[in-house]
């Protein structure tokens, strides 16, 4: 039987986010909403929540279906955002093999799609594409430092390989591609057990629990405020065609994680200790974004210091924390 030819009714950009019950995922469903755009989220709710997305659910342009993307799926849409992909250590570790196949059959089944209805299609890249990395702040021309063998190869491999086919199927097939590479995010809808530091840091000093630095805590990190992920990830799409990326996005603050400790505990006014643990394997030691071709071509630029966007996200995991203790 051939594939279902693609068809045009409707006058709103049908957009379609996988992933879209996880933490970025639900903040670009509601943004694409605001727009005026019909969504549909398409998660299979391994690492996302039905909770994420319980206050967009009912509303007249917004759809849900539970699809795992390793599986081909035929629907007609003019946008797609590729974001389905267990994103913390602790998740995407946890199957390895289902991680990689996440990544790799995921967008090829997404490309394919694209490349049938003649969608653009936005990969939600990361920054683990550089690995442990040699040069410092990242800059995209940089090929990375990346262990193809190790325990975050699934991930990160992963990743490099969905960049290949993006990078192929628009060479080959013209599919019209845009490649985001994501540096770490935080805010509300984290999920509170993916181990990712700001999401323990938050919820131990809550619970009033010890603090867990791996190693002795001098290895950096530059964290951007999920708001502004999002804003990015909508003006790329939105960008000219011969955009395709990749593009860093993320803030380039960028700080110890010792310092970040210290920032949580003074905005929660915890008494939490900080204690010390093992480093994890391949574990980057430092990492920053240079973002100046988001600035130059997409005219973005992070606006939340970590600070205000710590407190946003101590108010959820509060809320959090009181509902389930
Ligand atoms: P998340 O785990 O909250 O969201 C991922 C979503 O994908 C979840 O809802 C999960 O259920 C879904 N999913 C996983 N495997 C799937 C599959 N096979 N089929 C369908 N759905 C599947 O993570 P996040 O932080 O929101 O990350 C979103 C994307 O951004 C990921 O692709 C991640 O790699 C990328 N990214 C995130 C960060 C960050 O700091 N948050 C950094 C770099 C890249
Ligand atoms: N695919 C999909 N939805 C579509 C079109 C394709 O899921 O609307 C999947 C399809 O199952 C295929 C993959 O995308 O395995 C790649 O498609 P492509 O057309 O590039 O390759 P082919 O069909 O020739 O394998
Ligand atoms: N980290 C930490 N304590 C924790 C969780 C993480 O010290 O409870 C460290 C981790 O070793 C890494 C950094 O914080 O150096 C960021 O970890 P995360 O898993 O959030 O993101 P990634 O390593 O993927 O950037």
Redesign the pocket.
């Known amino acids: 039987m051939s594939p279902p030819k693609p068809r045009r009714y409707s006058v709103r950009s049908r957009v379609l986010v996988t992933g879209g019950a996880g933490f970025i995922g639900s903040h670009l469903c509601e943004r694409l909403l605001q727009a005026g755009c019909d969504v549909l989220c398409v998660d299979n709710f391994f690492t996302g929540t039905k909770d994420n997305i319980a206050h967009l659910v009912g509303q007249p342009h917004f759809e849900v279906l539970r699809h795992d993307v390793t599986f081909p799926l035929y629907v007609e849409v003019d946008e797609i955002y590729n974001l389905a992909c267990p994103?913390?250590?602790v998740h995407y570790q946890f199957d390895p093999v289902q991680t990689t196949k996440t990544s790799v059959h995921g967008a090829i089944n997404m490309l394919g799609l694209a490349k049938r209805v003649k969608a653009k299609i936005l990969q939600a890249s990361t920054?683990?594409v550089y690995g442990d990395p040699q040069v410092h702040p990242q800059v995209e021309s940089y090929w990375g430092h990346v262990n193809p063998i190790g325990l975050?190869s699934c991930y990160d491999e992963g990743k490099r390989c969905a960049e290949t086919l993006f990078f192929d199927y628009h060479r080959q097939h013209k599919v019209r591609v845009k490649v985001a590479r994501i540096f770490?995010t935080y805010g509300p809808r984290m999920h509170p057990n993916d181990?990712?530091?700001?999401?323990?840091?938050i919820v131990?000093a809550l619970k009033g629990e010890p603090?867990?630095?791996?190693?002795d805590?001098s290895?950096t990190?530059s964290f951007c405020y999920v708001d502004d992920m999002v804003d990015a990830l909508v003006r790329l799409m939105g960008a000219p065609d011969d955009f395709t990326g990749p593009v860093n996005l993320g803030n380039p603050a960028e700080c110890t994680?010792r310092a970040?400790?210290e920032e949580v505990l003074r905005l929660t006014r915890s008494r939490s200790k900080i204690v010390r643990?093992k480093?994890?394997g391949d574990?980057?030691r430092q990492?920053q974004p240079d973002i100046a071709l988001a600035r130059k071509s997409l005219g973005w630029t992070p606006s939340t210091r970590l600070e205000a966007g710590l407190k946003k996200a101590i108010a959820y995991f509060r809320t959090q924390v009181e509902s389930r203790p």
């Open positions: 994103a913390a250590p920054s683990e975050r770490n181990g990712r530091v700001v999401s323990n840091f131990q603090i867990t630095i791996y190693g805590g290895q990190r994680i970040l400790a643990r480093l994890p574990d980057p990492r």
